[in-house]
């Protein structure tokens, strides 16, 4: 079965600690893994995607095929960057992507 | 343009009342999605546009009937619906059907029925 596991709903932190929000998946293929955000009153926006290894506003995620993990992390956590944060799983479907999104975490950085 | 237009932003309607939500893009993005996020949930698919085909229907009720005219625009047409239809209907679009490149996504109708 296909299924992307967040199991924190809240992680708070306070600012300049670093973040790890955890992220697992199932799945049998070869997965393609995304990670969401959505800040208060905006719309779901891309945040990083394994495929590229980028660093995106501090925030890596590493793709760990062993664990079927792909955590978010970033060493030092900012005000800004509370927002609700999704992982997402991206399996073709009839050859055509279908994301699937995990519960998602909301975190809460205290100044 | 590097945005997901969705119109209405807001929607009431009552169980026997026909409406459509609209969704525009122009990235020149091949693949569309409609999705359904109750509160305090993530987003749920419902159907995935690619190159203006409808490929996949998350064995979505008919009362939601989708349709995509042309590759810009994705329509939801609503037609008696529930109280528990009531949530945020997102639209997103991709470069194409792989989605390799993540999904853009617009900022949503929020749907109440009564």
């Known amino acids: 079965a296909q299924r992307v596991t967040q199991p924190e709903k809240l992680l708070s932190v306070f600012k300049g600690a670093p973040v790890e929000l955890k992220c697992n998946y199932s799945y049998s293929g070869s997965p393609e893994l995304f990670w969401y955000v959505q800040y208060s009153r905006q719309r779901l926006q891309l945040l990083l995607r394994?495929?590229s290894r980028e660093s995106i506003k501090g925030f890596t995620a590493d793709l760990n095929k062993g664990e079927t993990s792909f955590h978010l992390k970033k060493p030092f956590a900012q005000e800004e960057d509370s927002a609700m944060y999704y992982c997402?799983?991206?399996?073709?479907?009839?050859?055509?992507?279908?994301?699937?999104f995990g519960a998602g975490t909301r975190l809460a950085v205290h100044p | 343009d590097t945005e997901v237009t969705q119109t209405p932003k807001h929607l009431v309607m009552g169980m026997t009342n026909k409406k459509s939500l609209k969704c525009e893009q122009h990235m020149g993005h091949r693949a569309m999605y409609w999705y359904k996020q109750k509160a305090k949930k993530p987003p749920e698919l419902m159907f995935v546009?690619?190159?203006?085909?409808?490929?996949i229907n998350e064995s979505v009720p008919s009362r939601f009937s989708p349709e995509c005219p042309n590759s810009s625009l994705l329509n939801l047409h609503l037609h008696a619906l529930q109280p528990e239809d009531s949530a945020l209907y997102l639209c997103?679009?991709?470069?194409?059907?792989?989605?390799?490149?993540?999904?853009?996504f617009g900022s949503g109708t929020r749907l109440t029925v009564v």
């Open positions: 394994h495929i």
């Open positions: 546009y690619s190159y203006e085909k409808l490929s």
């Open positions: 997103a679009s991709s470069q194409d059907g792989g989605g390799n490149w993540g999904y853009t």
């Open positions: 997402a799983l991206g399996p073709l479907s009839g050859g055509y992507n279908k994301l699937i």
